[in-house]
């Protein structure tokens, strides 16, 4: 006699709190660390990839770079400073991004809970802007020291790691089983014990996961493309590549989350989706900007040789 077997679906039910710090009594959750351990990823790769532009690229400084050591210490400062706007520009954009987009009517009765930031509720996309405008501030106060660094080219250098910490983001939303999908009979399905939005602990897609996994992959590619053509690429081009492979994945990962309320109820669209699309077409501006910028400066040699 046959007899069918059930998928052997995963429970999850970790504790948010890893451990709490003596003395002060205060809980550290994973989301936390996770979320730390990706910006100081990112701190260090973005150094890495700054310190090499500036020893290529002696004229982009005042300051003559005599070896690497003196660049990778310069490139340390300028990390250091610029981690400060990056952490201030996510929490406060990610913030209001929240608020404004998926719970306004909470806020406009009760504003005090905008700044309860530890209560959860934040907007990746408004992050997203957030970050931005920091990088613009911050450019702002080093651009006369270093003349020939544009912007752009500090929104490519910050693009390659942003899609590492994006990756353990998602991470720390999968260990608070918050954002989770929507049910699933796939073998690879997880029950949430106690997820965030009260959802039934049934089993379901876990695209937290998939997000991160997507990430982590884009992540690779703008890397692998920065080690085998960082001497040849035009501002834009890898910031336009991360806008497009990001939000894209973003937005086809949006159709196996459970719906999340928002101002956008008049679109069967999710909120994550609307808002992912002009990131995707600014995306696609840059990189036509940027190729087309290489092109009109390989041109001149390519007639030299004809």
């Given at each position: 006699m046959q007899t069918l077997s059930c998928p052997a679906w995963l429970y999850w039910d970790p504790p948010l709190e890893v451990f709490t710090v003596p003395w002060i009594d205060r809980p550290v959750v994973w989301y936390g660390i996770l979320f730390v351990s990706g910006f100081i990823l990112g701190y260090f790769l973005f150094v890495h990839i700054l310190a090499n532009y500036f020893i290529k690229n002696e004229s982009t400084s005042r300051t003559q770079f005599l070896d690497a050591s003196s660049a990778k210490r310069t490139a340390y400062l300028l990390a250091d400073r610029l981690l400060r706007f990056i952490v201030i520009g996510t929490l406060v954009g990610a913030r209001l991004g929240h608020v404004l987009f998926?719970?306004?009517?909470?806020?406009?009765?009760?504003?005090?809970?905008?700044?309860?930031?530890?209560?959860?509720?934040?907007?990746?996309?408004?992050?997203?802007?957030?970050v931005l405008i920091g990088l613009y501030l911050y450019h702002l106060s080093i651009r006369k020291q270093f003349p020939g660094f544009s912007f752009l080219r500090l929104l490519d250098f910050v693009a390659i790691p942003s899609a590492l910490a994006a990756c353990f983001i998602r991470l720390?939303?999968?260990?608070?089983?918050?954002?989770?999908?929507?049910?699933?009979?796939?073998?690879?399905?997880?029950?949430?014990?106690?997820?965030?939005d009260g959802s039934l602990p049934i089993p379901r897609h876990?695209?937290?996961?998939?997000?991160?996994?997507a990430y982590f992959v884009i992540f690779l590619i703008l890397f692998g493309l920065w080690k085998t053509k960082k001497e040849e690429h035009k501002p834009g081009l890898f910031i336009g590549l991360l806008f497009v492979l990001i939000f894209s994945a973003?937005?086809?990962?949006?159709?196996?989350?459970?719906?999340?309320?928002?101002?956008?109820?008049?679109?069967?669209?999710?909120?994550?989706?609307?808002?992912?699309?002009?990131?995707?077409?600014?995306?696609?501006?840059?990189?036509?900007?940027?190729?087309?910028?290489?092109?009109?400066?390989?041109?001149?040699?390519?007639?030299?040789?004809?």
């Open positions: 998926y719970d306004w009517e909470l806020f406009i009765h009760h504003p005090l809970e905008i700044f309860k930031v530890w209560k959860g509720g934040l907007a990746s996309h408004g992050g997203v802007v957030g720390g939303n999968f260990m608070n089983q918050e954002i989770v999908g929507t049910p699933s009979q796939v073998p690879w399905a997880i029950v949430f014990g106690n997820a965030a876990a695209v937290q996961l998939y997000e991160a996994a973003r937005f086809i990962l949006e159709f196996w989350k459970v719906h999340q309320d928002s101002i956008f109820e008049f679109s069967s669209l999710q909120a994550g989706q609307l808002l992912s699309i002009p990131f995707i077409l600014i995306g696609f501006v840059l990189i036509y900007r940027s190729q087309k910028a290489q092109n009109n400066h390989s041109l001149p040699e390519k007639n030299h040789e004809n």
